[in-house]
């Protein structure tokens, strides 16, 4: 059964860091195309960055320079360092598997981010 | 940047026809996905390319995409079937690269 089980999230002051986790079962993140969405309070989806099982990367241009994605192949997780917070970056945060089509078939459940002082 | 827009709210009695739009610039031409998002849980995928369901979905889902809009149809609407839709469609020449739609709320009156 494939599972993805965020974890890392929670209060950061302002211009803080925070390391999101997201650990995977059931498959292989090295060989996924795996990503990070966010959703804001009230508001809609927002795709926030992706990594290749290639091991390309790419960012939303509201991310770009300050979050970085990547993975850990021996523990199966993926990761979202997250520097230079902003309150617009408070969301939940959500892990995700992307399809061959470029669908996501798999959600975490999800880590509330806040950013405020 | 690539947008896709969605109308805010759909309303519908039960048993009836939803249908929510995702519009798009020449949409047709690329794969179009959308998710059911309920209240406090994750989003679920409820067609991906079009059209196609993934294993679990009911076939009261179906999914069409031509010319400038993507349409997600809900037939014999539930009150379970109340809740958030977004289309997503992903574009190698867009910035950003994933896009979603803005968001339809349904309503089972």
């Known amino acids: 059964e494939v599972q993805l089980v965020e974890s890392g999230g929670g209060l950061v002051q302002p211009g803080g860091s925070l390391r999101l986790s997201c650990a995977a079962s059931g498959f292989t993140v090295s060989s996924n195309y795996m990503s990070w969405v966010r959703q804001a309070p009230g508001k809609g989806l927002e795709w926030v960055s992706v990594?290749?099982?290639?091991?390309?990367?790419y960012y939303a241009d509201s991310v770009k320079g300050r979050f970085t994605i990547s993975r850990d192949n021996s523990k199966n997780t993926l990761y979202l360092q997250m520097n230079s917070l902003r309150a617009e970056d408070t969301a939940v945060y959500y892990c995700?598997?992307?399809?061959?089509?470029?669908?996501?078939?798999?959600w975490g459940q999800g880590t509330l981010v806040t950013v405020s002082s | 940047s690539y947008v896709l827009t969605q109308p805010p709210s759909v309303s519908v009695a039960p048993g009836q026809t939803a249908r929510i739009t995702c519009g798009g610039n020449?949409?047709?031409?690329?794969?179009v996905h959308w998710y059911q998002q309920k209240p406090g849980q994750a989003p679920v995928l409820v067609v991906y390319?079009?059209?196609d369901r993934p294993s679990g979905i009911p076939e009261r889902f179906s999914g069409s995409n031509s010319g400038n809009t993507a349409t997600l149809t809900i037939s014999r609407v539930e009150a379970g079937d109340e809740a958030d839709y977004y289309c997503q469609v992903w574009d190698s020449s867009s910035d950003p690269l994933y896009v979603f739609g803005t968001g339809t709320k349904v309503t089972v009156l």
């Open positions: 020449n949409i047709g031409s690329k794969s």
């Open positions: 995700a598997r992307i399809t061959g089509e470029q669908s996501i078939d798999y």
């Open positions: 990594i290749y099982s290639g091991g390309s990367t």
């Open positions: 390319d079009d059209s």
